[in-house]
């Protein structure tokens, strides 16, 4: 299950999981962008009476390439592709994309999915464009196929290695049986 960000609470409880995973791997917490549409991944209460518990992130965020807080282009210059240059209006930066490692590989991925087609069917972007850890990568590459491509060189970190990626969105949302099928599974 996930929802929107949209109150105070849920911001809080998406800072403290996504920080947690900066301090844990090292990494640098970019600011919390205004313009952009953060999700929470949640872990059902067991009870009624028991909040759902936030075990992952993810941040769509309108992409800008003179935009000086961008987390994908200052680290990797996606700008200088034509089509990323002619489409720009219709990119979305992903950031922000973490889930707890204990509930990785429990069946939890099928939710990023799901985000990802509420997004794209709400604001209809023509690309994703994202530094995505080489293990999600090679998960959303074997999901997605030719349509999830790493456009650079890795950039290597002191505990992993982010890969620059183009999601061709828009072309997945056009093929309605593969999106039933990817949905479905």
Same mark, same amino acid.
């Not at 282009?73 to 889930?99: G, M, P, Q, T, V």
């Given at each position: 299950?996930?929802?929107?960000?949209?109150?105070?609470?849920?911001?809080?409880? #998406?800072?403290?999981?996504?920080? /947690? /995973?900066?301090?844990?791997?090292?990494?640098?917490?970019?600011?919390?962008?205004?313009?952009?549409?953060?999700?929470?991944?949640?872990?059902?209460?067991?009870?009624?009476?028991?909040?759902?518990?936030?075990?992952?992130?993810?941040?769509?965020?309108?992409?800008?390439?003179?935009?000086?807080?961008?987390?994908?282009?200052?680290? /990797?210059? #996606?700008?200088?592709?034509?089509?990323?240059?002619?489409?720009?209006?219709?990119i979305w930066e992903i950031d922000k994309l973490c889930i707890h490692k204990d509930y990785q590989r429990k069946g939890h991925f099928h939710d990023f999915l799901q985000i990802l087609y509420d997004h794209a069917l709400e604001y209809k972007p023509k690309f994703y464009v994202a530094l995505i850890e080489k293990k999600l990568y090679r998960m959303l590459r074997i999901s997605f196929g030719q349509r999830v491509r790493q456009s650079g060189d890795a950039l290597v970190g002191p505990t992993t290695e982010l890969i620059p990626t183009v999601i061709e969105i828009s072309e997945m949302m056009n093929d309605k049986e593969y999106v039933k099928k990817v949905l479905e599974n």
């Amino acid at each position: 299950m996930y929802g929107l960000v949209k109150t105070k609470r849920q911001q809080k409880n #998406f800072e403290i999981t996504w920080e /947690f /995973f900066c301090d844990q791997f090292g990494w640098q917490n970019d600011p919390y962008a205004e313009n952009g549409c953060r999700y929470n991944l949640y872990l059902l209460g067991k009870c009624f009476y028991r909040r759902n518990k936030v075990i992952g992130t993810i941040e769509f965020i309108p992409y800008d390439p003179k935009n000086p807080n961008s987390t994908v282009e200052k680290r /990797f210059s #996606f700008s200088k592709f034509d089509e990323i240059r002619l489409y720009h209006n219709r990119i979305w930066e992903i950031d922000k994309l973490c889930i707890h490692k204990d509930y990785q590989r429990k069946g939890h991925f099928h939710d990023f999915l799901q985000i990802l087609y509420d997004h794209a069917l709400e604001y209809k972007p023509k690309f994703y464009v994202a530094l995505i850890e080489k293990k999600l990568y090679r998960m959303l590459r074997i999901s997605f196929g030719q349509r999830v491509r790493q456009s650079g060189d890795a950039l290597v970190g002191p505990t992993t290695e982010l890969i620059p990626t183009v999601i061709e969105i828009s072309e997945m949302m056009n093929d309605k049986e593969y999106v039933k099928k990817v949905l479905e599974n």
